[in-house]
């Protein structure tokens, strides 16, 4: 699996999602979103250590280069309140550097599950549904 991480992969924020990348997957890491990704990427994942990082316009130019590649956001302490007062990037799936677990990555490389996969346009109902259907069927498997 190909995975591209943007961002400071040095913050000590970041150790445990960095080491999850390192063990899980064949990633590289740059520092900006670049002009021309990879087309064979299979993942997408932003360190985002501060609000308003990664511009809008930026996401929207690698989601044209890379339309159907999922993309994720791991956001650092400084972006805690950014709900509430910066501007959210549109379209990539958010967790917090504090909250990675590397279960969802698993699910991601290795089956269908993976909350990931799943349209870029999916709202909270939808998430929560998504992830209620996932939790019975491992229940039942």
């Known amino acids: 699996m190909q ?5 400071d992969a ?11 990348l390192r063990r899980l997957t064949n990633f590289r890491i740059v520092d900006n ?17 501060y609000t308003r990082q990664f511009s809008a316009a930026a996401v929207d130019r690698l989601r044209r280069h890379l339309p159907l590649t999922p993309m994720v956001v791991v956001l650092g302490a400084w972006c805690a309140g950014e709900q509430r ?8 799936f958010r967790v ?16 269908n599950a993976s909350l990931w996969m799943q349209p870029p ?3 909270d109902d939808e998430t929560v549904l998504f992830l209620a259907n996932r939790k019975k069927m491992e229940e039942d498997a």
């Open 96 to 111: 917090f550097a504090d909250e990675w677990d590397e279960t969802e990555l698993l699910r991601f490389r290795d089956t």
């Open 33 to 49: 979103v670049p002009e021309e990704p990879e087309s064979d990427t299979d993942l997408v994942v932003f360190l985002q250590s």
């Open 3 to 7: 995975v591209l991480a943007i961002g």
């Open 10 to 20: 040095t913050r000590s924020e970041f150790d445990n999602v960095v080491d999850s």
């Open 121 to 123: 346009t999916l709202g």
């Open 85 to 92: 007062t910066g501007s959210p990037l549109i379209g990539p």
